[in-house]
Nanobody
Framework: QVQVVESGGGLVQPGGSLRLSCAAS????????MGWYRQAPGKSRDLVAR???????NYVDSVKGRFTISRDNAKKTVYLQMNILKPEDTAVYYC????????WGQGTQVTVSS
């Protein structure tokens, strides 16, 4: 059974940093594309960053230069390093693992506020 579990969310002041982690099990991790979406209250769930099984990365324009996605295939974990956080980054962040189907985690709350 596939499981995707996020961790690392919390409350941070504007300009601060957080690192989200996403551990996957029940899959051959190295074959899966991984990524992060986020959903703010009253808004749609939107892509933040993704990393392919081969290590190629893509970012939404609003986080380029501030967020970095990476993966550790040995640990079956993908990371989202978030720097220079802004209040508009406040959202629930969801991790996914995708190959022939997409498997989602339950989400982790990130709140950027003074």
């Amino acid at each position: 059974q596939v499981q995707v579990v996020e961790s690392g969310g919390g409350l941070v002041q504007p300009g601060g940093s957080l690192r989200l982690s996403c551990a996957a099990s029940g899959i051959i991790f190295g074959l899966y594309d991984m990524g992060w979406y986020r959903q703010a209250p009253g808004k749609s769930r939107d892509l933040v960053a993704r990393i392919s099984s081969g290590g190629s990365t893509n970012y939404v324009d609003s986080v380029k230069g501030r967020f970095t996605i990476s993966r550790d295939n040995a640990k079956k974990t993908v990371y989202l390093q978030m720097n220079i956080l802004k209040p508009e980054d406040t959202a629930v962040y969801y991790c996914y693992a995708s190959r022939f189907r997409t498997n989602w985690g339950q989400g982790t709350q990130v709140t950027v506020s003074s």
